[in-house]
């Protein structure tokens, strides 16, 4: 783990802590447990024999008060740490606010008002970030792993994410809930940039929204990140309500000798840069 | 006792009833009757769970479907219930006759009464479904309604199943005779039926009373 | 719609396959084609061998309580073979240059059926089987209070496990995990009938894990042996009250979210639907509403499993009963209130993650307690260390490690890191492979002489117990790191490079399990080779503590003689050191077995094909075969002669033949626990002098 944002640090942080907290409750056993089976073995062992001995009020008292203990505190560290890095809560003030839809298999990014994208997401560094998250089909899962944890991304329904970007970065987000045959190429890019060049990035020219939605209603990969058009205003909305305004259906899973399938191959074989003539075994 | 309980071998005659496992004693009559119980529970934790869903869609489901006000009425779900607290009823005299005694005539002609209410519950709530369904208001219409027509469809199937139950011991009764085994199979079928009441109570409840009222 | 249904010819196993030639189908092909020369070979064998009245006879129609345990535990141990395969298949695929040899939907498909098997063939037909054949010998009972709907339940849950073969050859499983979240698994996306596969197999062991739930939890309550209090009890027993508990009231939201599901795929019904007010966060809420418990479903008959072979081979009482049994209680209470841990990224509030997560560290209080009374159970004790002691030690030192990752996933914070990732992968196997996999292995070295009357084999046992102990370190502790590196499950291919060592590292991990297995296979093998050498005709090969080995080995069917009067927790050990080696009938009576029938077998064999029948939508065969299950069930229902009689002179007769085999068996040291001198009844020289 090599956290680039504060949400992302104070998650691995946590994870030392709570791994630090168990070892007085674990490093007993982990080391008693042996140290037992070495010197009370039958056969050469130097531990007394106590056949009768089978209850002790103080080890009682030592074991469930200790392991009640560090549940207790456990358990301020869970309350504590779950409101502070609640995802619903604003990092900073004045987030930037990004719509995201979740489909098969590829993500829609919205700078509502300004501008859509599609598999690619720039941010200024430093700065506070709000993702409003929805999607159609499956469900799934939106995470930018060295930035913050993740949030299911669900279709009828809206999550947040909310997160600080570090600094400039070139990295990689995806769904992590598996939705299907081009799950692994289910992925954008996050491009973590200064703030004149991501007020340059939204000046870029862009394609039109139609062009968008036809294509993304689409259940099939997406070729490369492109920019379009924002929706018009309220759509995201809309589209969270009713998932069928972009997504046209279709299966998810499909016999190998599929078109749709051959396709799917065909976008993870260029994913790999494997041409299609070349066996799979010159890969990378 | 103290000289035989030191020996690990030793015999207890008067606690032997429900070891030797007779089928036909009164011990086991009463442990299958503790197991059904058992299992009721469990089947009370699905409606639990259906109502609970129901809850939700009534919250979440309504989509362009009606709403629970739009649709209900309580003038027939009344009746519907009546019908089936009638039944109930009827089958506590039929198993109270038979811990009585009460001859076989008596124990099948209360419990024919019964069945008979439960056959009225039944038809209404079909009639029901059937009234909903012309207007256009099935199943697939919405959330809600696919968890109205599940709940009451799965009461309603508990029902169906309870009469064709008590049917089938109208006969074991006229070609086994009031065995043990048969009252046993009665008495199954009460808790089966009290259950079932007690179940629509609560769906009568949440969907039509809290239903128009809301 | 065509009488077969949606039945295709490409759902034929080697179609696919001639159709469009690929390792992939290749691999479908091969592992479709062993399921079917496995059935053939299995069909041949019983003809040539003239086996199958036997067979009938004594097994499919049996109701004894020990055999059905014999036949959920082999039910079990076919489908950890096939398990262990498709995981040594995925471990393989990700260390294959992408994009590996498999597509991704075939790789779906093996994580989908590896979970599935592994939970609901492996782990539950362990642990039932396991209890079967155990618990009515520990509590004094002669069978399980209802052994006509134990036979349903069996059969019902081979039912289920037939489907899951039955989906290598015709047809497709489905591809959403073992969990089946909707909408993925929603008619739209999944259309197959994978996952119709996956609600009907588990509808049917479903029902009959509810029914087992229901026949314990009524035989513990109404069968102990007079003067067995509920505090007087073995652990073994209460975990499998606990569990039983567990069973009764956990497997109904399964079937009802499964229900619902059907109805959503076949009926149009919107419970999960996205769209017209469906609503799948109620999908995955009921599930673990019933995914949690399950785990200490699972969980639960290990630690009493533990709880007996631990005082067994540390020769001592064990530590904290008391402490024990209240730990057990509240786990099982607890485990209803904490689901919510599976989907902290659900977008709830923080609040109700916070009570969830602290909730489920809770659990960690009186799970560690458990550890800790093992631990001063083997201090101070005299430690030998049979396979079932081995499994038992690498289970408590493994778990706890488990433990550690367990509470870290409890805090949500760390669960939005970890979550969908193979972190979380290696956790959960962490905990069941050691909690459930090592508990079962223990008990069944341990209680294996009860069923068949002969030891398994030591040498083979132990070389099985480190290949499983390297092979799980080797396997996950890998995952666990690729799992921080922010690698996802689920995932076909990996094409970061840094993962590969890792992964590498894991493949031979896998590997090592599969020798572990293998070693298994082969000491069963070894064991029914020289079972006369290994025979423990005189009962208590071990020393034991509890009830079930003051019997002989085998178990004779009506298992005990006259029911013991119980006055302490452990009453064989107490008789043995008042030097009684058989217990002493003070009378023979006529007692009552129950009489072998078909009835359950042909009920839930009906009752799959019918299942069957609704996954390729034959709605006609699912209805035929419900009306035949009627009709089964009526006829049963007039059957009254469901009893045969065990007289007195036979019983007396079986037990002067067991009284002549204990007296005439010399006594056996400790020393020579696991050499051919073992003919039962060993005890400890030295504590005798």
Known sequence: MSPLGPIAAAEKSHMIVFFLWMLPVCLPILIGLPWILIKYRRKGGTGAYHPEWSHSTLAEAVIWGGSSVAVVILGVLVWMNTISEDPYKHTGANPIKVQVVGSEWKWMFIYPGKMASVNKVVLPENTPVEFDITATGAMQSFWIPRLAGQIYAMPGMQTKMNMTTGELAQLEGFNSQFNGAAFPLDKFEVDVVTKAQYDAFLQEPRKPWADLLTQFKKVATWDGPQIFDAPPKGWWDKASMNPDLANEGGAAILPDAAPEQKKIDDAIRNELHISQNQSQGDAQ | MSATTTNLGAHAPSDQGHDHGHAHGHDKSGTVIFGFWIFLMSDLIAFSLFIATYADAEWHGIASGPSPHQLFSLGLPTVETMALLISTFTFGICTLGMKYNATMRRTIGWLVVTLIFGAIFLGIELYEFHEFWIEGNTPQVSGFLSAYYALVGMHGLHVTSGIIWGLLLIVQMKTMGMTELVKTRLMRLGLFWHMLDIVWIALFTKIYLMGVLS | ?689
């Open chain 3, 1 to 689: 719609m065509s009488i077969l249904g949606s039945l295709k010819w490409d759902d034929i196993f080697i179609v696919p396959f001639f159709k469009e030639p690929s390792l992939s189908t290749g691999i479908a092909a091969a592992a479709g084609g062993i399921v079917v020369l496995g059935a053939l070979a299995v069909l041949v064998l019983l003809t040539v061998k003239g086996w199958w009245k036997p067979l009938w006879t004594h097994w499919i129609t049996t109701l004894d309580h020990k055999k059905i345990g014999v036949i959920y535990i082999v039910l079990a141990a076919i489908m950890l073979i096939r398990g262990i395969l498709e995981a040594v298949v995925m471990r393989a695929q990700q260390v294959a240059p992408a994009p590996g040899f498999l597509s991704v939907e075939h790789h779906a498909e093996l994580f989908s059926t590896h979970g599935t098997i592994m939970i609901f063939f492996v782990a539950m037909p362990l642990l039932i089987g396991l209890i079967n054949v155990v618990m009515p010998l520990q509590i004094g009972a002669r069978d399980m209070e209802f052994p006509f709907m134990n036979a349903i339940s069996l059969w019902l849950s081979v039912g289920g496990a037939a489907l899951v073969m039955a989906s290598l050859v015709v047809g497709h499983f489905e591809t959403g995990g073992w969990t089946a979240y909707p909408p993925y698994t929603g008619i739209k996306l999944s259309p197959n009938e994978g996952v119709d596969y996956w609600i009907w197999s588990l509808m049917l062991t479903g029902i009959g894990t509810t029914l087992s739930g229901i026949n314990f939890a009524v035989t513990i309550y109404k069968q102990r042996a007079p003067g067995m209090t509920l505090m007087k009890m073995p652990i073994f027993a209460w975990t499998t009250l606990c569990t039983a508990i567990l069973m009764i009231y956990a497997m109904v939201p399964l079937a009802v979210a499964s229900v619902m599901l059907a109805l959503d795929r076949h009926a149009g019904f919107h419970f999960f639907t996205a769209t017209q007010g469906g609503n799948m966060m109620n999908f995955a809420n009921l599930f673990w509403l019933f995914g949690h418990p399950e785990v200490y479903i699972l969980i639960l008959p290990a630690f009493g499993v533990f709880s007996h072979v631990i005082p067994t081979f540390s020769g001592k009482k064990l530590y904290g009963y008391t402490s024990l049994v209240w730990a057990t209680v509240a786990i099982a209470v607890l485990s209803f209130t904490v689901w919510v841990h599976h989907f902290f990224t659900m977008g709830q509030t923080a609040h109700l993650n916070a009570i969830f997560g602290i909730a489920t560290m809770t659990i960690g209080v009186p799970t560690g307690v458990k550890v800790y009374n093992w631990m001063l159970t083997m201090w101070r004790g005299k430690l030998r260390f049979s396979t079932a002691m081995l499994f038992s030690a690498g289970f408590m030192f493994t778990f706890v490690i488990g433990g550690i990752t367990g509470v870290m996933l409890a805090n949500p914070v760390i669960s939005f890191a970890a979550h969908n990732s193979l972190f979380l992968v290696a956790h959960f196997h962490n905990m069941l492979i050691p909690g459930l996999l090592f508990g079962m292995f223990a008990g069944i070295n341990y209680w294996f002489p009860l069923a068949f009357g002969f030891r398994l084999d030591e040498t083979w046992g132990r070389r099985s117990f480190w290949l499983w102990m390297v092979g799980f370190y080797l396997t996950f502790m890998p995952l666990y790191a690729i799992g921080l590196m922010g690698a996802p499950r689920r995932m076909a291919f990996f094409t970061d490079p840094a993962y590969l060592p890792w992964l590498l590292v894991s493949m031979v991990g896998a590997l090592a399990v599969l020798g572990g297995l293998t070693s298994q296979v082969i000491q069963v093998w070894v064991s029914i080779k020289n079972r006369e050498s290994l025979m423990v005709p005189a009962g208590d090969p071990w020393d034991g503590r509890g009830l079930e080995w003051s019997l002989g080995c085998p178990v004779p069917e009506h298992d005990f003689t006259t029911i013991p009067n119980i006055t302490s927790r452990e009453p064989w050990v107490e008789a043995k050191e008042r030097g009684l080696r058989v217990m002493e009938p003070t009378e023979f009576v006529d007692i009552h077995l129950p009489k072998n029938t078909s009835m359950g077998f042909l009920v839930a064999m009906v009752a799959t094909v019918g299942a069957f029948g609704l996954i390729f939508e034959m709605w006609w065969l699912g209805a035929l075969c419900w009306i035949a299950m009627f009709v089964l069930v009526l006829i049963r229902s007039y059957d009254t002669d469901w009893e045969k009689t065990v007289t007195a002179e036979e019983l007396r007769a079986d037990y002067e033949r067991h009284k002549h085999v204990v007296e005439t068996t010399p006594k056996v040291s400790l020393d020579d626990e696991f050499t051919t001198k073992n003919r039962g009844l060993v005890f400890d020289m030295e504590k005798a002098v």
